[in-house]
């Protein structure tokens, strides 16, 4: 049977996990050390905040479903995170707007969760949504910094914008599992948190001097587990301990 | 021998449970426990996490029992709740002074700094070696979740700050 509660659980802590791996890719390799540690300070809350989720959910799948069967035993087919997060680091202009583009979305979506009828839900949520401040405010003064920096730093960015605008779109297309949750009383159709968004983008763009991408064609699946190339390497490396020696622990 | 199970010998016992990451602040200094559930055969302790990832939680949970163990206390039970959500004015005012004393400067009050503007320099952290105010954030994240980077203008050193929360 479909579990469309589970299902956007599972959505909401893959997000968080796939995003989190891939900002910790730059452990040791930031630009600059401070940065270093930022990026991996956000990495370690969003883990954080997918460890609550994948707790969730298997208390609620049973049978003896646990935190770590769901991050590391489930194969591509079967995570739900949006295509964004999924894309590799790429340069330091693409992990800024990245974070960006998903902590004004997060942003969003907490608050709406907050208040949801479902209580862990909602607690995770009002958790997590502190964490999503800081991590809003400092990549909206990344992208600042680099879109109104230097002539490079602004064409970093503006390549960034290019590679990854169309990939937010699917942030607004709510699966099918959203809307049944929407009805239940939590959280919302995804297409209602676009406006603001869009309102969010559009004000960092302008003080960065960054141009708002006028239209574009927006891919989507993620949230189905149709992926992206990128996804079976990112879980191959992220799973490979697990796979090979089954139950080992730290 | 089993120690009779109060809320107040419980308490004695948790006020020399330390934060690993800061390790002179009691996780009864931090505010991270919620409650303490003394029942004929069990004695629950309620803790809140005060970061989701926070990487200590999992090793405050078992200090906690172990200490509990070793002072005579059986039958214990440690429940992790995420709401309400913790926040830097639950840090007792005895921590805040012990944090200080260690050179990391404790949290201001939450209605005082915590603010989303950005580029905004936070409200004059006092630096905790030379007590001057005229300090610079380096970085809004540091050594730990909970923590920012300072630098001292007066007396160049750096510092972390416990970010309020």
């Given amino acids: 049977m479909k579990n469309h509660l589970v299902d956007y659980i599972l959505h909401l802590a893959d997000n968080a996990l796939i995003l989190g791996q891939r ?26 905040q997918s460890r609550n989720f994948y707790q969730y959910a298997a208390q ?4 003896e479903s646990d935190e770590d069967k769901l991050a590391f035993l489930r194969n591509e087919r079967e995570f739900r995170n949006c295509l964004l997060v999924e894309l590799p680091k790429g340069d330091w202009a693409q992990t800024i707007l990245r974070q960006f583009f998903f902590s004004a979305y997060q942003q969003l979506l907490f608050t709406e969760l907050q208040k949801c009828n479902d209580k862990q839900i909602a607690a995770i949520a009002t958790k997590s949504l502190k964490e999503v401040a800081y991590h809003l405010r400092w990549s909206s003064e990344w992208v600042i910094r680099l879109g109104d920096g230097t002539e490079e730093s602004h064409q970093r960015i503006v390549d960034a914008i290019e590679a990854l605008w169309r990939y937010t779109g699917e942030l607004f297309i709510s699966a099918d599992y959203e809307i049944q949750n929407a009805n239940a009383g939590i959280g919302t159709d995804a297409g209602l948190l676009k406006p603001q968004w869009e309102e969010k983008v559009k004000e960092i763009f302008a003080e960065a001097t960054l141009p708002y991408p006028s239209k574009s064609y927006f891919q989507t699946g993620g949230k189905e587990g149709k992926h992206t190339e990128h996804l079976g390497y990112i879980l191959a490396e992220m799973q490979y301990m697990q796979r090979v020696f089954p139950g080992s622990e730290w | 021998m089993e120690a009779l199970a109060t809320i107040e010998n419980i308490k004695s016992v948790l006020d020399t449970v330390m934060d690993p990451e800061v390790p002179v602040l009691s996780v009864i200094d ?4 919620r409650d303490i559930v003394v029942a004929e055969n069990q004695t629950e302790i309620i803790i809140t996490p005060t970061y989701s990832g926070c990487p200590a939680m999992d090793v405050i ?22 709401s309400p959500a913790w926040t830097t004015d639950w840090m007792t005012e005895d921590g805040k002074k012990k944090l200080k004393a260690y050179g990391i400067a404790p949290p201001n009050p939450k209605q005082l700094v915590c603010h989303t503007d950005l580029f905004a320099a936070e409200e004059a952290i006092e630096c905790p070696h030379c007590h001057s105010y005229h300090t610079h954030r380096v970085s809004e994240f540091g050594s730990t979740a909970c923590k920012a980077l300072y630098v001292c203008d007066t007396c160049r050193e750096p510092f972390d700050y416990f970010k309020c929360h």
């Fill in chain 1, 23 to 48: 900002n910790a890719e730059w452990c040791g390799h930031g630009p600059v050390l401070e940065q270093d540690i930022a990026i991996t300070n956000i990495s370690l809350d969003l883990i954080g």
């Fill in chain 1, 60 to 63: 609620i799948i049973g049978n």
């Fill in chain 2, 30 to 33: 931090l505010g991270i426990v």
């Fill in chain 2, 61 to 82: 949970r078992a200090n906690i029992k172990m200490e509990l163990l070793a002072n005579g206390f059986t039958n214990i039970k440690i429940t992790t709740v995420l």
